[in-house]
Structures are given as C-alpha cells and as structure tokens.
C-alpha cells in the first residue's frame, strides 16, 4: 500500500477495523509506535517497518503512564499535522493518533510489568517508566496486530522489555531493533532534542565523542568496566548539568557490571544524562556497533 492515500484513526476500534481489513486483502502489517514528533529516526523505522511488511501503521500517541511525576509529559512536543506529512512521505499507510482516554478507558486498572529487566538502568530513577511502555505496546499490538513491530535501539532497555513481553505474552509479532540514527555530529537523533538550546546543543555533542571513546579503548583491548565507564564520565561530567548514569551491563539481561569486572566480547555502554530541560539518553553495544563520531556514523554501521 506504498503511496496510498494514509489513513488517519483517532479512534482504536476504526483503527483495528482498518487493520483487520489489510489483512484480509493479503496485506502483512507492520507496526511503529511513536510518541511523535517525528524526525529522521522515525522515518528509519518506518522504511525498515516497509521492508518487512506491506501495510505500515504509525502510532503517534504521548503515553501519560510512561511519564513520572515532574516528568515533561505536559511539555512533550506534539506536532501532529507536520507528523502528518512525515508518515505519508515516508511511506506509512495508517497513522493512529488516539486521545489518552481512548486508550485507558474510565475505571482501567491493568498493567503489564515486565520484572528484572525494567528494573536497572533507567528504571532505577524512572520506577514505573517501562510499566508504562510494556502496558501501551501489548494495547497497541493487539490492536494493529501486526506480523512485524519496529523500535529504536536508541531505546535499548526498551527494546529488550518489548521484545521480552512479547515472548512472554506469546504475541504473534516479530520485533525488530533499528539501529541508532545519529545528526552528523553524532548526536542520537530524539524528539527531546527540541528541548535543547544552542548552547544546550554544543554541550550535548560531548556524548557521542564520550561513546566513541570507549568504543576506540574497547577496539584497543580495554575490559576493565571501571576503566570505560570512568573515561565516559570524565568526557561528559564537565558539560553535563547531572549524570543519572554511565553503566556497563549485559546486553541480555542488562544487568550492570559491578567495580572490578573484566568485561567480555559484547557489552552494553549507556547512559542517561541532564542537560538543562532535557533528560538525554544513549548507548552502544561495545563490540557490535561503530563509533557514534567519524564520517558518517549512520552509514557505517
Ligand atoms: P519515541 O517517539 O521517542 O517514543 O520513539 C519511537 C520509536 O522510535 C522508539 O522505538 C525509539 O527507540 C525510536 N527512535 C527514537 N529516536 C531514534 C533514533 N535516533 N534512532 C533510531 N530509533 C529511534
């Protein structure tokens, strides 16, 4: 359905029906759910999400149960008429845009939790954050019902509790991880990044440079977890305005590793970050990905 004409659904139901009915005209779904405000990471998933499927649905809904108390929910950037344009060019066939009470309807009191892996890193300062994406995902899979779901490794934790619910869940959906779409400077591509003022920008630069770095001490035979994470800190302590954290942890069960590890041949590098307004998050699989910095990170992957 390439270049069809995007159909627009508030409502979750029109939104199910219209799925439904893609399958039944031998379509293979694929799904993006997105908070919106969409930049070019987005546009990579949903041309990844076009390469597995047929029918590509984009969700763009700002999840008030991911967000904590003094979080920026009410601040959160919504341009849904540009995000319009975005989805249409980028090949999208279904945009599902519904209001916050259509997707908790009154008296709603279920959750999903996903335990262990939403419980370190950034769940460590955000309690309830992944109780919150696992809870909107199955709602949104469910719905969509698609053959194939694309997410960002930019969100690494958060790929490993979809993909987690999902097994757990026994959901008939293949989940794919994005690599990281970086600005040329390296920056991670994110709809926060609007919070960012020039100045804000220069000092968030530091971040891919930091990351790049361990990858250069990692390529050159460091394993001594202290040793990369401290080199990461000492790049960005001075320009940030507060670490939430710096952590080397295993891919899988993202799990930290403690003081004196010695790390092995695949590592999670991530972190979370303040830089004024805005709460900045990255990472990269120490041994799997490229530098974030150098010509052209996004084409060297
Ligand atoms: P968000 O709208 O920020 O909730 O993100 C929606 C999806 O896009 C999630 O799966 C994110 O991981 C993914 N995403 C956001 N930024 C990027 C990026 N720079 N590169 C790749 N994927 C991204």
Excluded at 35 to 58: D, K, N, Q, Y
Excluded at 92 to 109: I, K, R
Aim: charged fraction near 25%; charge should be negative; proline fraction near 6%.
């Amino acid at each position: 359905m390439v270049g069809a004409e995007l159909a627009v659904h508030t409502c979750p139901e029109a939104f199910r029906n219209t799925c439904d009915q893609a399958r039944r005209d031998g379509h293979r779904v694929g799904l993006v759910p997105t908070m919106g405000s969409l930049h070019e990471g987005h546009v990579a998933l949903i041309a990844e999400a076009g390469r597995h499927a047929t029918f590509v649905a984009v969700s763009i809904f700002v999840n008030p149960t991911q967000f904590g108390p003094g979080e920026d929910f009410a601040a959160y950037p919504r341009m849904l008429d540009r995000d319009r344009v975005t989805c249409t060019r980028a090949g999208a066939s279904c945009l599902f845009a519904p209001s916050a009470a259509e997707m908790y309807p009154q008296g709603e009191s279920t959750r999903v939790r996903v335990e262990k892996l939403s419980e370190t890193l950034c769940g460590v300062s955000r309690p309830k954050h992944f109780e919150g994406v696992a809870t909107v995902v199955a709602k949104l899979l469910i719905l969509a019902g698609p053959c194939v779901a694309v997410f960002g490794r930019k969100d690494y934790q958060q790929l490993r509790v979809v993909e987690r619910m999902v097994g757990d869940l026994l959901l008939p959906v293949e989940v794919i991880g994005h690599p990281t779409v970086r600005e040329p400077d390296g920056l991670a591509m994110s709809s926060r990044n609007a919070y960012l003022s020039l100045e804000h920008r220069a000092r968030a630069a530091h971040i891919p440079v930091a990351l790049s770095e361990a990858v250069g001490a990692f390529e050159s035979g460091q394993r001594d977890a202290s040793t990369v994470r401290d080199l990461v800190r000492a790049r960005i302590e001075r320009v940030v305005d507060s670490i939430d954290y710096v952590e080397l942890a295993d891919p899988a069960t993202l799990e930290p590793y403690g003081e004196s590890a010695v790390i092995g041949d695949r590592v999670l590098l991530a972190l979370a970050v303040r830089i004024g307004p805005a709460r900045l998050i990255d990472n990269v699989v120490l041994g799997e990905d490229r530098a974030p910095c150098g010509e052209d990170a996004n084409d060297r992957r």
